[in-house]
């Protein structure tokens, strides 16, 4: 119902409290310490796209083909006041349909935010600008909303609470950019989801931090072609630092996806 577009953010946060050693084949297991569920929300849902996950594809997070890369169907756009300049991407909540005729009566689904839920000044934060500030929102694909309500209710009242996020296969990083600048989409980060910033080194560099490019992508200017790069990321909601060694090869190429040999629960 709620269309969304992408914005672009160039903010940077950085801090680091706790830290986490990842091998990219030795690690078999890696589980986010202390990750709590929050207390319940209320808030309201819209959805957009269509039956067959179309909403999946692209949007501001950058996380390109959601089905392909792992979120799946289950997704979201958020309002600015979740989205928090791209910071917010990746992060979980868990939401149950209420005080409506048309929810389907004790269903939940648990989403990721994937996409921005853009403001319409034009219309009453009631009446249509159902994402304007300070209104928490979730336009969600279609899948999902129709998990926790009948499609022909367009807009319903949820419960949300934020969970850990439950991922496989590790951590990805996906490489763009070219011999003198590097830009990495990082996808599929267990536990909170998301990520506050981001440091990458090469065989004959020291650490580089990298900036906050937009979305979930960070960026370094420095010359890396040729060397095995290791990243380091910090979470925006936790605070702990994974470091994950050697991800990508010596010989690693723009338009590829590598991964840190990670499981989270």
């Known amino acids: 119902m709620a269309s969304s577009s992408l914005l672009h953010s160039l903010c940077l946060v950085s801090f680091v409290l706790v830290t986490v050693v990842v091998g990219t084949a030795s690690a078999a297991a890696y589980a986010p310490p202390g990750f709590r569920a929050s207390a319940w929300e209320l808030a309201h849902a819209t959805f957009y796209g269509d039956s067959g996950g179309s909403a999946n594809m692209g949007a501001a997070c ?38 409506s005729p048309l929810c ?13 839920c853009p403001p319409n000044w034009a219309q009453d934060s009631n009446n249509g600008g159902w994402c304007n500030p300070p209104r928490t929102h979730f336009d969600m694909a279609q899948p999902a909303f129709t998990k926790i309500a009948q499609y022909k209710a367009g807009i319903v009242p949820v419960l949300f609470r934020r969970v850990a996020c439950v991922r496989s296969g590790g951590i990805r990083f996906q490489f763009q950019g070219n011999g003198y600048w590097l830009l990495v989409y990082v996808m599929n980060v267990g536990g909170s989801g998301d990520v506050a910033s981001m440091w990458v080194k090469g065989t004959k560099t020291n650490w580089i931090s990298m900036s906050h490019n937009w979305g979930a992508s960070y960026q370094a200017f420095a010359t890396l072609g040729g060397q095995a790069l290791s990243f380091k990321i910090t979470s925006y909601t936790s605070h702990e630092t994974i470091i994950a060694y050697n991800v990508a090869p010596a010989n690693w190429q723009v338009g590829m996806t590598y991964g840190a040999s990670v499981n989270f629960r």
Do not use: E, P, W
């Open 104 to 116: 389907n009566r004790g269903a939940m689904v648990t989403v990721t935010g994937t996409n921005l």
């Open 62 to 99: 950058g996380y390109g083909n959601m089905i392909s890369n792992g979120y799946g169907t289950n997704t979201a756009a958020l309002s600015s006041v979740k989205f928090s300049n791209g910071y917010g991407c990746g992060q979980c909540f868990q939401l149950q349909c209420t005080n």
